[in-house]
């Protein structure tokens, strides 16, 4: 079974930083792209970074870039989301996908992060 | 940024209803759109790919078309565990963008 879970999530002050994992089974994760999806509460879908198998490329958007960074190990089928620099705005539940076909094919459940003081 | 609108953002509908939603891009993005489902407090799941595609397991009542920047998608017969919220999001180029949802409730 295809299979995406995500951790790391939390209360963090303004200005702080956070790390998400995403461990990743049931599929070979070095093959796939992968990406970040957040959606803050009781808001619609924003997407947030894409990587490539071998992380040889990234993309983020606007509101994210120069503060989350988006990696991967592939010995390890995980996924990661730095984040530091946080601010209110950033507090959402992200998740984790597979990007096959030019669509999230697989999401995890989510991890909940809350910036505030 | 390709921005996406849908409509309606809301639709009232009955079990066997047909229901189309329909979701224009800011520009051209040839067949490059997605549709998802989302039901209260889970993840979305993917139900349409590349405008029309359906991915293994989805029902055959759910279909997508277009092209270019107008796509819709459409409900043959509406079900009860159809009642959700339903986003499109274009794949044509980075950043990727998500229309603001359409909710399905219930008639």
Same mark, same amino acid.
């Given at each position: 079974e295809v299979q995406l879970v995500e951790s790391g999530g939390g209360l963090v002050q303004p200005g702080g930083s956070l790390r998400l994992s995403c461990a990743a089974s049931?599929?070979?994760?070095?093959?796939y792209w992968m990406s970040w999806v957040r959606q803050a509460p009781g808001k619609g879908l924003e997407w947030v970074a894409n990587i490539k198998q071998d992380g040889s490329e990234k993309y983020y958007v606007d509101s994210v870039k120069g503060r989350f960074t988006i990696s991967r190990d592939n010995a390890k089928n995980s996924l990661y989301l730095q984040m530091n620099s946080?601010?209110?705005?950033?507090t959402a539940v992200y998740h984790c996908t597979l990007y096959l076909n030019r669509g999230m094919d697989v999401w995890g459940q989510g991890t909940t992060v809350t910036v505030s003081s | 940024d390709i921005q996406m609108t849908q409509s309606p953002s809301s639709v009232s509908a009955s079990v066997g209803d047909r229901v189309t939603i329909t979701c224009r891009a =800011?520009?051209?993005? $040839?067949?490059w759109l997605a549709w998802y489902q989302q039901k209260p407090g889970k993840a979305p799941k993917l139900l349409?790919?590349?405008?029309?595609s359906l991915p =293994?397991?989805?029902? $055959?009542r759910f279909s997508g078309s277009g092209s270019g920047t107008d796509f819709t998608l459409t409900i043959s017969s509406l079900q009860p565990e159809d009642f959700a919220t339903y986003y499109c999001q274009q794949a044509?180029?980075?950043p990727l963008t998500f229309g603001g949802g359409t909710k399905v409730e219930i008639k």
């Open positions: 049931g599929f070979t994760f070095s093959s946080l601010r209110a705005e950033d | =800011s520009q051209g993005i $040839s067949s349409i790919y590349a405008a029309s =293994s397991g989805v029902p $055959s044509n180029s980075f």
